[in-house]
């Protein structure tokens, strides 16, 4: 889509509306200090955070690089967008109207955000629905059940809008589009209903089951969870992810709990639903619950966002799946953990109870419950403690098994003050009371711990090798998976291509000089794509390939696909149309782009024609082909499809995109390799300037080139597994 001219108005609406802390957020932990926050400057590798934001001010600096401004150039700076395109976007997020300059496309603005309003919509209204449906004798089960099982209060469950979907496989179906003539599509859309896999028809995703909405953080429902009051499984189930729902961006019960996250400093993560809502009747309204099982990074950072020390309480269950979630919520915050970005406390509650179970178990238990919040270990005590748990420090092996523990735990510690802390703890332990074995014990674990110095130095021997020119260079070009059998694996690829460098200096500018990728095709002959695709893919011979630098190599199988593709599936015509537009991207070997021509002449001069007969396209460029002799072998194998290149069509839509992020890539590489050849140029002494901004191109074009790399080797193995 292109981008209008947005209407004052709008920008100054947004301006308004969106909060500069709020969106820096998603990209960088900020910490409050006094008036401000602050946080590791996202432009520059730092250590200590020197990157400041002033709320009142709605600005940003960085004291260590100097970048500075407001919530705009943010946005802009961070995901290269233009101005306009960054107003659009967070108009969108934050639901501010868009009004252009040029009124004929502000209908289509008005679309898009339309989409959304329009699930949105749908999921209040079905909100609405299962809420009806609990009170009246179809869900009486379902009531009976939040009522004597959950002991839930009305008040509560029509505070949290609880629900129940009827048993029927379409009652949801015919009500939203037999009677409210909601669009199927849109309901599909919104994750509620599922097409059958046998015959014609549609059946209700959520069915007998106590409904819970799942509200954004302004208390939008954006999807269900679900429970079962039958036998069915699994036992709970969440609405699949939409354009709304982001299981892992989201977590339960955030809207009604981050303002008193912000009083009390400190946010509560429970297991499941109903934890988090005994929590809240119980008055502990700072709980919120993650969706599914693990906690993600994304979430915690949310939490962040509003408790200024960064407390987070785990309190999941006490069994052993439960210590097991826990564990694996750490270590998949570990970043966050280990350098000490958030205080991760973990509760564990008496007996193996969850929050629910515990909260109805005694009289006293809200008292206790807070009193357990306070004295919560610190993730790391509650990981030494699991260590000793159930051992005896008495008997020599079960001793070594401890230590050994300690120890690894100890070498992931990044900060010095707080590992000497625990290497000391840890000495106190083993010895068990007997002051005189402290130092002795201290001293062992000690020897044991890989200095971080060496441990850094190391890394960046072996990254620094890693980039040596010489050894990655051999010349063959086989660098890129090529879809199915490439005898390169994404990790090869990963590792001799994109390997960042460990002092942050652009070093792999020597990985790739394209030998001329608009060759103009002499390098093949015949048909293109199976010609390209079978030299890619022969696997006894892959070292010995045809001198092709990688990226010609990748053009021309890209190329060649969305050229065969469109000449002969006129179904996704518009498709490869609005993707090369969307990512102004063009054909580069020439024999491509006269074909191309060819074919926009062709369908400019006969536009109903083409929509009409299905091979118009193909016989006219039969007729003209003959005209030009010196393209016609190159032409033609584009106008027969031969049984690889009618595989490659049967899946077509994958393949689209596969060949949309090759060229884009191939696009990014180039324009990386033209960056560092100049700041090669550049003194550094009188254009420092220039030198830092040429640094931001190379590292943002490589942070797209891995984003594009892993969409590649994604699709790939989409292929793969389709095929
Ligand atoms: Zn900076």
Redesign the pocket.
């Known amino acids: 889509m292109e981008i209008p001219h947005i209407h004052p108005d709008t920008i100054e609406a947004v301006q308004q509306e969106v909060d500069i802390v709020d969106v820096i957020s998603e990209y960088v932990v900020l910490r409050k200090r006094g008036k401000d926050y602050l946080g590791l ?4 590798n ?1 250590k200590s955070p ?2 400041s934001v002033s709320q009142d001010k709605q600005v940003y600096y ?6 500075g401004g407001n919530t705009f150039k943010f946005v802009m700076e961070i995901g290269k967008q233009s101005f306009a395109e960054v107003v659009l976007d967070l108009a969108r997020r934050y639901q501010i109207p868009v009004k252009t300059l040029e009124p004929e496309k502000r209908q289509e603005i008005q679309r898009q955000l339309t989409l959304r309003e329009q699930l949105y919509e749908v999921l209040a209204v079905t909100a609405n629905f299962y809420q009806h449906a609990l009170q009246q004798s179809q869900g009486k089960h379902a009531l009976e059940y939040l009522r004597a099982e959950r002991k839930l209060a009305n008040k509560t469950i029509s505070q949290f809008q609880l629900g129940y979907a009827p048993g029927g496989w379409e009652t949801l179906y015919r009500y939203l589009v037999e009677q409210k003539r909601y669009p199927v599509s849109l309901l599909e859309s919104c994750g509620l209903i599922k097409q059958r896999s046998t015959g014609n028809g549609y059946y209700d995703v959520f069915r007998d089951r106590v409904t819970i909405p799942i509200l954004d953080i302004r208390g939008r429902v954006i999807g269900f969870g679900s429970r079962t009051l039958g036998d069915d499984k699994p036992k709970y189930l969440n609405s699949p992810e939409t354009p709304l729902f982001d299981k892992s961006r989201t977590l339960f019960n955030l809207d009604k709990a981050h303002k008193t996250i912000a009083t009390e400093d400190r946010a509560i993560v429970v297991e499941g639903y109903f934890d988090a809502i005994a929590l809240y009747t119980a008055g502990i309204t700072n709980g919120v619950a993650a969706l599914g099982t693990a906690l993600t990074s994304h979430q915690i950072k949310q939490l962040l966002r509003y408790t200024a020390s960064k407390q987070i309480i785990l309190n999941f269950d006490g069994d052993n799946a439960g210590i097991k979630a826990t564990e694996r919520a750490i270590s998949e915050v570990k970043d966050l953990v280990y350098s000490g970005q958030v205080q991760l406390r973990v509760l564990n509650l008496e007996s193996g109870k969850d929050a629910d179970e515990f909260l109805l178990s005694r009289s006293d238990a809200v008292d206790i419950y807070r009193k357990s919040l306070d004295n919560a270990p610190l993730w790391i005590n509650w990981q030494i403690n699991n260590l000793i748990s159930g051992k005896n420090l008495k008997a020599a092996d079960e001793m070594q098994q401890v230590a050994t523990g300690m120890v690894r735990l100890l070498n992931r510690l990044q900060d010095a003050n707080q590992r000497n802390y625990y290497l000391n703890y840890c000495a106190e332990i083993l010895s068990q009371g007997d002051a005189r074995l402290v130092s002795q014990n201290l001293a062992s674990l000690q020897s044991q711990l890989s200095p971080s110095y060496r441990k850094n130095f190391k890394i960046r021997k072996t990254k620094k090798q890693a980039h040596n020119p010489k050894s990655q260079r051999t010349g063959n070009g086989s660098r890129y998976p090529l879809g199915r059998a490439s005898g390169v694996s994404p990790d090869d690829v990963s590792s001799t291509f994109l390997k960042e460098d460990a002092m942050g200096e652009p070093s792999d500018l020597m990985v790739v000089a394209p030998r001329s990728p608009i060759s103009g095709g002499a390098d093949l002959s015949g048909n293109p794509i199976c010609e390209a695709v079978s030299r890619g893919t022969s696997s006894n011979a892959p070292s010995v390939r045809v001198a092709t630098s990688p990226e010609t190599q990748l053009l021309t199988e890209a190329e060649s696909l969305l050229l065969l593709i469109y000449i002969h599936c006129p179904r996704y015509r518009e498709n490869i149309l609005e993707k090369l537009e969307d990512k102004d991207l063009c054909f580069s070997l020439s024999h491509h782009r006269f074909l191309w021509q060819q074919i926009i002449e062709i369908e400019t001069k006969n536009p109903e024609k083409i929509k009409l007969e299905k091979d118009f396209l193909l016989t006219c460029l039969h007729n003209n082909i003959v005209n030009y002799p010196e393209y016609v072998n190159l032409i033609i194998p584009f106008l027969h499809l031969e049984e690889k290149t009618e595989e490659d069509i049967f899946r077509a839509a994958a393949r689209i995109e596969n060949a949309i992020a090759s060229l884009e890539l191939v696009n990014c590489i180039k324009y990386k390799i033209y960056c560092t050849e100049q700041w090669k140029k550049l003194d550094p002494i009188t254009e420092k300037q220039a030198m830092s901004e040429l640094y931001q191109e190379i590292q943002i074009s490589k942070k797209r080139i891995e984003e594009l790399e892993k969409m590649r080797i994604a699709y790939s193995q989409d292929l793969i597994v389709n095929s």
């Open positions: 400057c996202p432009f520059h730092e020197s990157f960085c004291f260590g690089c100097g970048v």
